[in-house]
T-cell receptor
Framework: AQSVAQPEDQVNVAEGNPLTVKCTYSVSGNPYLFWYVQYPNRGLQFLLKYITGDNLVKGSYGFEAEFNKSQTSFHLKKPSALVSDSALYFCAVRASTGFQKLVFGTGTRLLVSP | DSGVTQTPKHLITATGQRVTLRCSPRSGDLSVYWYQQSLDQGLQFLIHYYNGEERAKGNILERFSAQQFPDLHSELNLSSLELGDSALYFC?????????????FGSGTQLSVL
């Protein structure tokens, strides 16, 4: 069965600094990996996904994520954080073969201070 | 706006009661997913319907049931409610249940069981 770990409950970063939100996964075979963001009182919104190909994936709002197969990681990054990036971020994984459910991590709260 | 509509936004009820949560997917989407979000367990997959048929089940209690109707809207029925059922319930939709497809989430129904 697949699983996702987001080791940090919260990440604090100052505006303008780079940010990283960590995610590691476990899945049989090749993974499909996703990042979603949840703003207060809203549903989750898709940010980006890794299916195959280039290990660096670019997504919405200037976010990118790096797939590292040997470390089974898919960390979310942004070169320069904005206060408006403050939200709850979820990593998710699904196996690429067979029909498997999309499994989410427990989420990481990102707080960007002015 | 994701295009996924969930009603009601808030629901307050008592233990032992039964409630129905409703979800209208994006126009054209055939797949509907239900997730439960709680503080202690994060985002948990409950059930997935595709074009009226159940496709996958996750951590859904026997007291809970769901269905998808011919017009593709879905309902999640929660019965014999317990305090621990208090959570945010999300519906998500996608066109096809393929492995690499992103999901569109509604804003959720906040259920409070008193």
């Amino acid at each position: 069965a697949q699983s996702v770990a987001q080791p940090e409950d919260q990440v604090n970063v100052a505006e303008g600094n780079p940010l990283t939100v960590k995610c590691t996964y476990s899945v049989s075979g090749n993974p499909y990996l996703f990042w979603y963001v949840q703003y207060p009182n809203r549903g989750l919104q898709f940010l980006l996904k890794y299916i195959t190909g280039d290990n660096l994936v670019k997504g919405s709002y200037g976010f990118e994520a790096e797939f590292n197969k040997s470390q089974t990681s898919f960390h979310l990054k942004k070169p320069s954080a904005l206060v408006s990036d403050s939200a709850l971020y979820f990593c998710a994984v699904r196996a690429s073969t067979g029909f498997q459910k999309l499994v989410f991590g427990t989420g990481t709260r990102l707080l960007v201070s002015p | 706006d994701s295009g996924v509509t969930q009603t009601p936004k808030h629901l307050i009820t008592a233990t032992g009661q039964r409630v129905t949560l409703r979800c209208s997917p994006r126009s054209g989407d055939l797949s509907v997913y239900w997730y439960q979000q709680s503080l202690d367990q994060g985002l948990q997959f409950l059930i997935h319907y595709y074009n009226g048929e159940e496709r996958a089940k996750g951590n859904i209690l026997e007291r809970f049931s769901a269905q998808q109707f011919p017009d593709l809207h879905s309902e999640l029925n929660l019965s014999s409610l317990e305090l621990g059922d208090s959570a945010l319930y999300f519906c998500a939709s996608s066109v096809e249940p393929v492995q690499d497809e992103k999901l569109f989430f509604g804003s959720g129904t906040q259920l409070s069981v008193l």
